[in-house]
Structure formats: C-alpha cells, structure tokens
C-alpha cells in the first residue's frame, strides 16, 4: 500500500501547485517553450525533408507543421483569460506571433498544401492584427522601453508582410506554371534558328555551344499576331543566307544568360579557361546554373496544358547527346549528372514547399527589414527595463532564491527569434541556390567583374556554403517474404488507412552504392537510336498486392524464413510454373538458375547479370508522365526513380525503352545468353561453358562492350 500511498500523494501536490498561480505560471511558459521548439522545427528541417525518409523525424517535422498554429494561438490565449498580472506576458505573445510570421521556409508538407498559401497569407495578416490589438490592449501596463520595441517590431512585421504578398503574387505556383512556363517554352521555340542560322547548325554537349536552355532574363510583354507574348530577348539570326552561309560572330542580348552564354564566359570565376578546361569550382559553379536552366525545362512536365514531348521535337537527338555525350561523357566522374539532376531538384522542391520559390532581382528590401529587426530585438533584450527587471507589485513570477525564471524566458525567447531570423536570412537568402545563381548571372551579364578578385573572392565564398545536401541516396526496397507475416499493429495500420499506408509500413530505405547508381548511367550510355513506343497500362500495383497476397496464402505455415526458403526451393527445382501462384513460381525457378553453379561458375558472373537486368529495368520504368507523384515524393525524400526521371525528360525520353510486350524478365535473359553460348559452341566459333558469356572485362559492372540482345526489346535497340 504504501507505493499507491505515495503516488496519490505526488498526484495531490501536482494538483494543488497546478491550482495556484505559480502552477498556472509554469504552465504558460512550459507552452511557449513548446511554441519556440515548434518553430524551431518548423524553419531548421524543411530543406532536411529533400533527403530525410525516417518515419520518427517526418513525423516530428509533420507534427510541428500541423500543431504551431492551434498551439502558439492557445498559449497566447491562456495568457489573455489568465488571471495572473505579468507584463512579460504580453513580450512573450508578441515574440510568439512574430516567431510564428517568421517561418519562411516551410509553406506545404503535402504537395497538395501548396494550393493553400493564399490561406497561409490571409492567416499571416489576421496575426498581424491581432498583434496590434494585443499590444493596444496592454499598453498601459507595459514598461516605455517596451512599449517603443514592440511597435517598432510590429511595423517591421506589416512590412514583411508586404514584402511576402508580393513575392507571393510573383512567385506562386499558378504563376510559375504559367507565366514562367509560357516564357521558356517561347524562349526555347526558337532553338532552330539559333542552331542552324547563328551557330552555323553545330552544337558541342560538352562545351554546350547551341544549347540555348534559359537560365535568366529580363521579361518583356507585346502583343505578337494578336496574340499577347510574354518573352525574354533571343538571338536572332542575319537574313540573306545563302548555300555559303558561314555563321558571323554575335553578341548576346544584354540581359538574357542562357547555358551557352554561362560557358562561353571569359571570367576565371566560372570560365572554361584555355584549352577547354577549368578547374572543379568553376566547373561546379556553371552546373549550378545548368541546374536551374534544366529546373524551368523540367517544369513545363508540371503544366496543364504539358504534352509527352514538351512539343520541342527538334531537340530531340540534340538532348540525347547533352545527356551522353555531355553529362555522361567522363567515366571518372558520372557523378556530375546525378549532382546536376539532384541541385535541379532541389529547386523543383522549393518551388513546391518554399515560400520564395523564385530569384529575387534584389534582396535589399529583405536585408532592410533584417537588420531592423536585428537592431529592434537587441534593444528589447538589452533595454534598461528588462536588464533591470522588478516584479510588479502583486505580480506573479516564478523565482528560485534571488534568480528569476521568467526573465530566464523572455530572454530565450527573444534570442531564439534572433537566430531563427538569421538563419532564415542566410540560408534562404543569403546562401541559397537561387541567390547563387542571380549573382552568377550578374557576373556573366557584366564583364567589368570578369578576373576583379574584389568581385570573385565573395561569390567564391558564397557559392561554397550550403546548409544543406540535396538529396537521401537511397532507394526504398520490398521485402516479400519479410512481409508474408506482418507484424499485427502493421497490418491494423494498413487496414485503417485503406493501405494508403502500406509503402510507408513496408519498405525499407537502402543505401545506394557509388557502384550501383553508376551501373544505370553506363547503361543508359550503351543507348544508340530513338526509343520505341509506350507500352498502352502498367499493372505493377495489382501484380504486387497480388504476388503478396499468394505468397502470403502459400507460405501460411511458414514459421521461419528458413522454412520459407526450402519451401520456394522445393518449387523452383520442380521447374513447373504452378499458375495459381504465377510470379512466386517462376520467381522460385530464376533464384534456382542463379545458385545453379553450372550456370554460374562464380559469384562475379551471376552478379553481373543481376546488376545488367536491375539496370534495365530501372531505365524501363523511369520514364512516365505522372509528374506530380514525383513531385509529391520530394515532400518526405524523393526517390532515386525520380533522379532517372528527369535525367531521361533531359535526354528527351518520355515514352518506355522496350516494345510492346514489357521488358524481358530476368529468366529469359539467361536462358537466351545460355542458348546464345550454345550456339557458339556448336558452330566452332570458341569453347565455352553455359554462363561463360557472362564474362567480367572491365573496371566496372558496366564497363564491358556485350550488349543484351533479347527479343523483347532491350536498350541495345532503345
């Protein structure tokens, strides 16, 4: 009895302290530190959602999307109903409002949300009203030095909130795939007479001379033919040519930088230098603007009005080489097409989650705005009333001995909203990829800056700081058989959410090696013609629920995945495909042939083929025009399909590798390369064993020059 005496005791005080001031006085700040954290949360992590896929931290960074507006709006009104007399209430509600109007970075967690930010924007102006009347309602109990802050912070606050309607009213997403599409799509119409009647019809990937792909430029509207144009300045050709027309030299419009102009820039900062090359930071910073040239391309995907091809046929071959022969074309650094691809979407995601998804002609309006609110927060948190506060008489406040808690408070909360503001400033400001390339595009527009250290010495540093990586490295992976016996609270889960829940509950995030991702771009370089017609629905969905769900009915008294295993042994070895379980069938008889050392005489050759076959298919399935759920899956860490993707859209593949008929499974490919070695046995042409095909020649899985050449349609003939 006494443990249950002692708990009802605690359980008593709790009570009663909760009951007095002091209790209803800690309450109140244990929820403005919760706010503070809120919005920590809120501000530091959504640029971490483009490579975080844990459940446990997108569940936290959910919550506090979801829960900073009810909670920070309860706190503030537990302050007002309370019967408690403390002016740092008030300092504390202001702080909280201000906190709250603060959170640039993070507008949706969904993709859906990004609709909503007119309701974000009408939520931001009723705080900013309710600020004003909270501080009028308080004034007379409020200290001068605190009175003079607090409205000098709230007229900051409708400025910013000005400056936000009208970065809103140029940057929402309407906006961008319309007005902002319509000026690419209009830019890049005219790619014929900048390759055939400027560049005398040649082009270079890997110089990208007669690449026109826009990264910036000064808009301009006109009514052409009837019809109203919005349109950026583009090179136009000479007339009068002839058969012996010979491309003259040109000049670029003076406002408008595109990829060709960003590589043929004279300036060390990011030129290519004499003989063509240029060392790693200049090479990585025209990336960086390749990159955003290559965001606003891969933005036509998302308009409404978007077809396959982007109706660009033209370029068809010329963006294939920019994919092979440019990005693709060092052997020793394939990673530079995923770095481009991943920087690309990256901007892709702040268009669809940020605030300020757009290059700001100037920031000096926000630096203003910063730096006055810097100043104003440092005046209240070292304002004479609040280094030397006293209690007001009658006033509650929570002191240990001499050392008073609530001042503790204020004073986090005031420096919590300093850095909250600076950090905001710099890496979404500051250092973000999108002020990188405004001032890149300044650099290459004036050549007055070009080999001036003065001028290249801070863009250096500028464009060497990030606060964050782009992007996860993993791929989320399957596991029939672990999931034949699903944890019971899984399978509750995927019930109630209607299985909407089922790829969060059952896959599992796997690291990608250097080698595996490398292993996909060297095959898509094998890649020689155009690739073939779409093949007319993809059942992949229904294949795999009911794949499971006959793995599930015929492994049901499985304890173990051992007993599992002897169990698809036993069907592999009878080399019959048992209909009623299709796909487990001949899945069982693939794994027999791959352990079959007859077939395989060591690990190195079994693995290539599986290497070669996962390589194919990822290519095989990548290309589709369901953007929009590659876009929805950069809210919780995008996917390396994704990466593929517009990898592919940049080669000017939209439509499936294969034939009609899918791709050739993984049985078929080592039943034809055993017949294939037959053959060449039977003819004399050279003695071999089955499997000997499977040869390794080169320094990587994919280095070999044998090609697939299966009837189905395989990438030799994409």
């Known amino acids: 009895m006494e443990p249950i005496a002692?708990?009802?005791?605690?359980?008593?005080?709790?009570?009663?302290?909760?009951?007095?001031?002091?209790?209803?006085?800690?309450?109140?700040?244990?929820?403005?530190t919760a706010c503070c954290i809120l919005v920590g949360v809120l501000v530091l992590s959504n640029s971490r959602r483009r490579h975080e896929s844990r459940s446990i931290p997108r569940l936290v960074i959910w919550a506090a999307f979801m829960f900073s507006y009810?909670?920070?709006?309860?706190?503030?009104?537990?302050?007002?109903?309370s019967s408690i007399k403390n002016e740092l209430f008030v300092v504390w509600a202001c702080f909280l409002l201000l906190l709250l109007g603060s959170a640039d970075s993070m507008t949706a967690f969904n993709f859906d949300d990004s609709s909503h930010q007119t309701r974000s924007m009408m939520n931001q102006g009723l705080h900013v009203i309710y600020l004003l009347l909270l501080i009028l309602y308080y004034k007379g109990q409020l200290r001068h030095n605190f009175v003079i802050s607090l409205f000098l912070l709230w007229a900051l606050s409708v400025v910013r909130l000005g400056l936000?309607?009208?970065?809103?009213?140029?940057?929402?997403?309407?906006?961008?795939?319309v007005r902002e599409n319509q000026i690419v799509h209009e830019y890049m119409k005219y790619e014929p007479l900048h390759s055939d009647?400027?560049?005398?019809?040649?082009?270079?990937?890997?110089?990208?001379?007669g690449y026109i792909y826009l990264v910036d430029g000064k808009e301009e509207e006109r009514v052409k033919n009837g019809e109203e144009v919005i349109e950026v300045a583009y090179r136009v050709p000479l007339k009068g040519q002839g058969p012996d027309y010979v491309a003259p030299p040109f000049t670029f419009p003076r406002e408008t930088v595109d990829v060709d102009r960003v590589w043929q820039c004279k300036g060390k900062l990011i030129g290519l230098g004499n003989g063509g090359s240029s060392n790693l930071g200049a090479s990585r910073r025209r990336d960086l603007c390749l990159s955003f040239a290559l965001f606003r391309l891969l933005r036509l995907r998302f308009a409404a009005d978007?077809?396959?091809?982007?109706n660009l046929p033209f370029q068809r071959d010329k963006c294939r080489e920019f994919v092979v022969d440019g990005l693709l074309s060092d052997d020793q650094d394939l990673d530079r097409a995923f770095r481009v691809v991943e920087t690309e979407l990256a901007f892709m995601f702040d268009f669809f989650y940020a605030r300020y998804p757009s290059i700001k002609d100037t920031l000096a309006p926000d630096l203003?705005?910063?730096?006055?609110?810097?100043?104003?927060?440092?005046?209240?948190?070292?304002?004479?009333?609040?280094?030397?506060?006293?209690?007001?008489?009658?006033?509650a406040?929570?002191?240990?001995?001499?050392?008073?808690?609530?001042?503790?408070?204020?004073?986090?909360?005031?420096?919590?909203?300093?850095?909250?503001?600076?950090?905001?400033?710099?890496?979404?400001?500051?250092?973000?990829?999108?002020?990188?390339v405004k001032m890149l595009c300044r650099y290459v527009r004036n050549e007055s800056w070009h080999n001036r250290w003065l001028v290249e010495i801070p863009l250096r540093v500028l464009c060497h700081f990030t606060f964050t990586k782009y992007w996860k490295g993993t791929i989320g992976q399957y596991f029939i058989l672990d999931n034949t016996h699903p944890h019971w609270f899984k399978s509750f889960l995927s019930w109630i959410s209607l299985q909407s829940m089922d790829a969060f509950l059952f896959t599992k995030s796997i690291t990608l090696d250097d080698e595996v991702r490398h292993a996909v771009l060297r095959q898509l370089k094998r890649c020689k013609g155009s690739p073939t017609e779409e093949y007319s629905t993809y059942t992949s969905l229904s294949l795999a629920r009911g794949s499971l769900q006959n793995a599930r009915d015929y492994l049901a008294e499985c304890k173990s995945n051992t007993a599992k295993f002897e169990k698809l042994f036993k069907q592999g070895v009878s080399r019959k495909t048992d209909h009623a379980i299709r796909y487990i069938s001949e899945g069982a008889r693939v794994a027999i042939d791959l352990v079959d050392k007859h077939r395989f005489r060591n690990d190195e050759r079994r693995w290539k083929v599986l290497a070669r076959f996962w390589a194919n298919m990822m290519l095989y399935v990548a290309p589709s025009d369901r953007a929009v759920a590659h876009a929805t899956k950069m809210a919780t860490g995008g996917e390396f399909i994704t990466i593929i993707w517009a990898l592919l859209t940049h080669a000017h593949i939209?439509?499936?590798?294969?034939?009609?008929?899918?791709?050739?499974?993984?049985?078929?490919?080592?039943?034809?390369?055993?017949a294939e070695a037959q053959r060449r046995k039977n003819r004399g042409n050279q003695s071999s064993q089955p499997g000997d095909d499977f040869d390794y020649d080169g320094p990587a899985l994919f280095d070999s020059d044998d090609e697939y050449s299966t009837e189905g349609g395989s990438l030799e003939n994409c």
């Open 197 to 209: 009647g400027i560049t005398g019809g040649t082009y270079d990937p890997k110089t990208m001379k």
């Open 164 to 177: 936000r309607a009208w970065a809103y009213r140029s940057t929402c997403r309407s906006r961008g795939l």
């Open 368 to 395: 203003i705005v910063y730096a006055a609110i810097l100043a104003t927060s440092l005046f209240t948190l070292f304002s004479p009333d609040l280094m030397r506060y006293q209690p007001a008489q009658g006033g």
């Open 397 to 436: 406040n929570i002191l240990i001995g001499s050392f008073n808690f609530d001042l503790l408070v204020t004073r986090l909360v005031i420096l919590w909203y300093i850095f909250i503001e600076s950090y905001q400033f710099l890496a979404y400001f500051i250092f973000s990829d999108w002020h990188k």
């Open 654 to 674: 939209v439509d499936k590798f294969q034939k009609i008929g899918g791709a050739s499974g993984l049985h078929i490919l080592i039943e034809e390369k055993e």
């Open 306 to 310: 978007h077809v396959g091809d982007i």
């Open 70 to 81: 009810p909670v920070i709006s309860y706190t503030v009104g537990l302050m007002q109903s």
């Open 6 to 32: 002692t708990v009802r005791n605690a359980t008593q005080t709790v009570k009663e302290f909760a009951s007095k001031q002091e209790g209803q006085l800690a309450r109140i700040e244990a929820l403005v």
